[in-house]
């Protein structure tokens, strides 16, 4: 005969079970509310264009609709933001690449496309616009730092026109191109956030040419089992509809 539980133990038994089950349908309406209104702290880095143009409306916007969840936005070098990301120090970076050029994530890592946006050619006051690309082998250009997106894009343009281009002084900053436009040191390439964010002063002309291509913005996260947290997913899911719903062009 095998062991039979004594009256006192059938009852603590089926106690277990009864709090087992509680316990079970607890974490189930947790998880759900979880899901449905997902709170917390996320942190994104990104750049000085997308941070005016898209994440300081979207703080805007969220506060409104999602008052529970905090958006810690930082102005942060792409660099240092996806070492940031790996450490777990960031959960979302916004990264800018010209032409679709973007290498595949790393592993644990996802990349989202955000938005693809066209480079403009910003012209001093002075100057008469260009009408097409041929027009720009004679201008003077404003430099984009090395490794930038506008970097490549200006590599891209030279091999398209296939002459170098005569460049004057280099910048990093998107407002410290323009203030060099300004004193008509020469013509620069941005992208149209820049443009959309309303740095560009009223004298300057902004012309778009055919050829001139694309930046793309991509948002990464950190992709694992438990990753991106709900909340992490909230906030992407509100930027992509940020970004589809600037108008562009």
Same mark, same amino acid.
């Given at each position: 005969?095998?062991?039979? +539980?004594?009256?006192?133990?059938?009852?603590?038994? $089926?106690?277990?079970?009864?709090?087992?089950?509680?316990?079970? *349908? @607890? %974490?189930?309406?947790?998880?759900?509310?979880?899901?449905?209104?997902?709170?917390?702290?996320?942190?994104?880095?990104?750049?000085?264009?997308? @941070? %005016?143009? +898209?994440? /300081?409306?979207?703080? *805007?916007?969220?506060?409104?609709?999602?008052?529970?969840?905090?958006?810690?936005?930082?102005?942060?070098?792409?660099?240092?933001?996806?070492?940031?990301?790996?450490? &777990?120090?960031?959960?979302?970076? +916004?990264? $800018?690449?010209?032409?679709? *050029?973007?290498?595949?994530?790393?592993?644990?890592?996802?990349?989202?496309?955000?938005?693809?946006?066209?480079? /403009?050619?910003?012209?001093?006051?002075?100057?008469?616009?260009?009408?097409?690309?041929?027009?720009?082998?004679?201008?003077?250009?404003?430099?984009?730092?090395?490794?930038?997106?506008?970097?490549?894009?200006?590599?891209?343009?030279?091999?398209?026109?296939? *002459?170098?281009?005569?460049? %004057?002084?280099?910048? =990093?900053? =998107?407002?410290?191109?323009?203030?060099?436009?300004?004193?008509?040191?020469?013509?620069?390439?941005?992208? $149209? /956030?820049?443009? =959309?964010?309303?740095?560009?002063?009223?004298?300057?002309?902004?012309?778009? +040419?055919?050829? /001139?291509?694309? %930046?793309?913005? @991509?948002?990464?996260?950190?992709?694992?089992?438990?990753?991106?947290?709900?909340?992490?997913?909230?906030?992407?899911?509100?930027?992509?509809?940020?970004?589809? &719903?600037?108008?562009?062009?």
């Amino acid at each position: 005969a095998g062991a039979v +539980l004594t009256a006192a133990g059938k009852v603590l038994a $089926e106690a277990a079970e009864r709090i087992e089950d509680e316990l079970t *349908t @607890v %974490r189930r309406e947790l998880a759900d509310l979880d899901d449905s209104i997902p709170s917390g702290v996320v942190r994104v880095g990104s750049f000085a264009s997308a @941070v %005016r143009a +898209l994440l /300081l409306p979207l703080l *805007t916007s969220l506060a409104t609709t999602s008052p529970e969840l905090e958006v810690v936005v930082e102005e942060v070098e792409e660099r240092s933001a996806l070492s940031r990301l790996r450490r &777990g120090e960031l959960d979302l970076v +916004l990264i $800018e690449r010209d032409e679709h *050029t973007l290498p595949a994530a790393p592993r644990g890592m996802a990349d989202i496309p955000l938005l693809d946006e066209s480079w /403009l050619v910003v012209v001093p006051a002075e100057q008469a616009a260009p009408s097409t690309l041929a027009d720009l082998v004679r201008a003077t250009w404003i430099d984009l730092a090395p490794g930038t997106a506008g970097a490549f894009a200006l590599d891209r343009l030279e091999r398209q026109l296939g *002459t170098p281009l005569t460049m %004057r002084h280099v910048a =990093y900053d =998107y407002d410290v191109v323009l203030a060099m436009v300004s004193q008509g040191l020469g013509c620069a390439l941005l992208p $149209e /956030l820049a443009v =959309y964010s309303g740095l560009v002063p009223d004298e300057l002309s902004v012309v778009r +040419l055919p050829g /001139l291509g694309v %930046r793309q913005l @991509v948002v990464r996260h950190r992709s694992t089992r438990t990753e991106p947290s709900p909340a992490t997913r909230a906030v992407l899911e509100a930027l992509l509809a940020q970004a589809q &719903g600037l108008e562009l062009g």
